[in-house]
């Protein structure tokens, strides 16, 4: 069973993808609201991806994966950024910094599911 941290500072979107990933039966699923805890979590719950959320206040979606990243106890974890809009500038400097793939907000629950899958490697 892969495990998968979601973050999000909007507590219903981060739910509603909870749902949905639980619906397939082959993850493990735990939330953070806003990046300080997603970084803690990361490091107790050592998910292989993590769903990230650009824009939240106080540490963004960028510095949390800059933090992952440079951790070696999370540095192997996936991760796939969530956001409402992103332009090229962004998902640049996100694949950068060592983010996977981006999924833009609203999404079908189906694409979502391929793309995890796809970067899983399943």
């Known amino acids: 069973m892969k495990k998968v941290l979601v973050v999000d500072d909007d507590q ?7 749902r949905v990933l639980l619906n397939h ?7 953070a609201f ?5 970084c803690e979590k990361a490091v107790e719950f050592q998910p292989d991806l993590v769903l990230l959320d650009v824009r939240m206040p106080g540490m963004d979606g ?3 994966c800059s933090r992952l990243k440079n951790d070696p106890r999370t540095a192997s974890a996936k991760v796939i950024v969530v ?9 640049a400097k996100l694949i950068g910094i060592g983010a996977n793939d981006y999924i833009t907000k609203p999404f079908r629950n189906e694409f979502l599911h391929m793309m995890i899958m796809r970067v899983l490697g399943r």
């Open 34 to 38: 806003d990046g300080v805890t997603a």
């Open 83 to 91: 956001s409402g809009a992103l332009d090229m500038e962004a998902v």
């Open 25 to 31: 039966k082959t993850f493990e699923v735990d939330l």
């Open 12 to 18: 219903e979107m981060a739910h509603a993808i909870r």
């Open 62 to 64: 960028f510095e949390v």
